[in-house]
């Protein structure tokens, strides 16, 4: 089993409406809803060891929640696959997914979340860590150099709400 400890995990703040980042990561791009999308694509990323993903105010036209997708040919596709991504249970034990979910509801409100990528450049498995509510843990065992994301909800349109992606090399 992994010690999250070790994984160099971040907490962030809140200040009135702002995120307190980290030191070293910088704004890689910013989205806000005007229209309904199914998906919203982030290129070019391969630069950055570390991402940060920031789901605002995030509103879905049906009961669903955000989630994640990465692609190492820069969304020409995204893995999606049982076992492109492994949820890591308290115990250790590891579970086959699809994708990474930001939470284990699913709502028709307003969330927010935040996704944490280690090693996301790299070419050795990477980890995505959620830590809004609980600690939870993803790890992409793929040894290919990630260098895009697709944020998504699991059905239906983002019909509300910003996402943002920040990195550090």
Request: aromatic share 8%.
């Amino acid at each position: 089993m992994l010690g999250l400890g070790k994984l160099g995990i971040m907490h962030f703040q809140r200040r009135g409406s702002s995120l307190v980042l980290p030191e070293g990561f910088v704004l890689v791009e910013a989205w806000t809803h005007s229209t309904n999308v199914a998906e919203k694509d982030f290129l070019n990323l391969g630069a950055y060891q570390e991402l940060l993903v920031h789901f605002h105010n995030i509103l879905t036209t049906t009961v669903s929640r955000p989630a994640i997708r990465v692609s190492s040919n820069n969304g020409s596709s995204f893995l999606a696959a049982s076992g492109d991504y492994q949820e890591v249970g308290a115990n250790g034990s590891e579970t086959a997914e699809t994708l990474i979910d930001t939470e284990t509801a699913t709502v028709t409100t307003v969330r927010s979340a935040i996704v944490h990528f280690l090693n996301f450049n790299m070419t050795i498995p990477k980890f995505a860590v959620n830590d809004i509510t609980t600690l939870n843990l993803k790890v992409i065992p793929s040894a290919s150099a990630m260098n895009a994301i697709r944020c998504s909800p699991f059905t239906g349109l983002i019909s509300g709400g910003s996402i943002n992606v920040f990195g550090r090399q």
